[in-house]
């Protein structure tokens, strides 16, 4: 069964910083892998999506990146704001019998201060 | 804005009642999710629809009943709740089953 593992769990960090947000996965064979965010009580909201044949995708202050034969994917976030605060998740979707599934990992709770 | 609508945003209800969550979508999409999320938690799946038919169910308990009417509706019908089934559940829909995800903002559920 697919292991997702976000690194760090939480992170608290000043306005301006660029950060990384870590996950890992077990199992090599993905169709996607999709990162989200949630803010307190709310929905996800989609930020990038990376197909299994590709190695990276930018949307504005984003950019994710996949490598498959180290089982990781990385989301990089260039000048954090305030508004960036929010949680965090990676969801990779399996192939074959698995595909209807996603597998999350739990998150990575982020803070941006003023 | 979400174009996944979910209705009630709140609900609280008793074990004996029941009840129905309701999700809408007009995108087109032809797979539609739920998923509970506990706090703290990452969503957990619990059933999927492809074409209006269920596609997976992750062994959810009887008391939860869901219902695809068409292509644009998705029902969640409660009956005869517990108490440690207070959560907050998310609808999903996307254009096929390995297209990208669109949730909704959530049905909070209290069960007293």
């Known amino acids: 069964k697919q292991e997702v593992t976000q690194i760090p769990a939480a992170l608290s960090v000043p306005e301006g910083e660029n950060l990384v947000l870590n996950c890992s996965f077990t199992?090599?064979?993905?169709?996607?892998l999709q990162w989200f965010r949630q803010d307190p009580g709310k929905g996800l909201t989609s930020l990038l999506l990376?197909?299994?044949?590709?190695r990276e995708q930018t949307s504005g202050r984003l950019n994710a990146s996949l490598d498959k034969s180290s089982g990781r994917s990385t989301l990089y976030i260039a000048a954090s704001q305030p508004g960036d605060s929010a949680t965090y998740l990676c969801?990779?979707?399996?192939?074959?019998?698995?595909?209807?599934?996603?597998?999350f990992g739990r998150g990575t709770q982020l803070t941006v201060w003023p | 804005d979400t174009e996944v609508t979910q209705t009630p945003k709140h609900l609280v209800m008793g074990m004996t009642n029941k009840k129905s969550l309701k999700c809408e979508q007009h995108?087109?999409?032809?797979?539609m999710y739920w998923y509970k999320q506990k706090a703290k938690k990452p969503p957990e799946l619990m059933f999927v629809?492809?074409?209006?038919?269920?596609?997976i169910n992750e062994s959810v308990p009887s008391r939860f009943s869901p219902e695809c009417p068409n292509s644009s509706l998705l029902n969640l019908h409660l009956h005869a709740l517990q108490p440690e089934d207070s959560a907050l559940y998310l609808c999903?829909?996307?254009?096929?089953?390995?297209?990208?995800?669109?949730f909704g903002n959530g049905t909070r559920l209290t069960v007293t």
């Open positions: 969801a990779l979707r399996g192939r074959g019998s698995t595909l209807g599934r996603l597998y």
């Open positions: 990376i197909q299994s044949s590709q």
């Open positions: 995108m087109g999409h032809r797979a």
């Open positions: 629809y492809s074409y209006e038919k269920l596609s």
């Open positions: 999903a829909s996307s254009l096929l089953l390995y297209e990208p995800l669109h």
């Open positions: 199992d090599s064979a993905i169709y996607n």
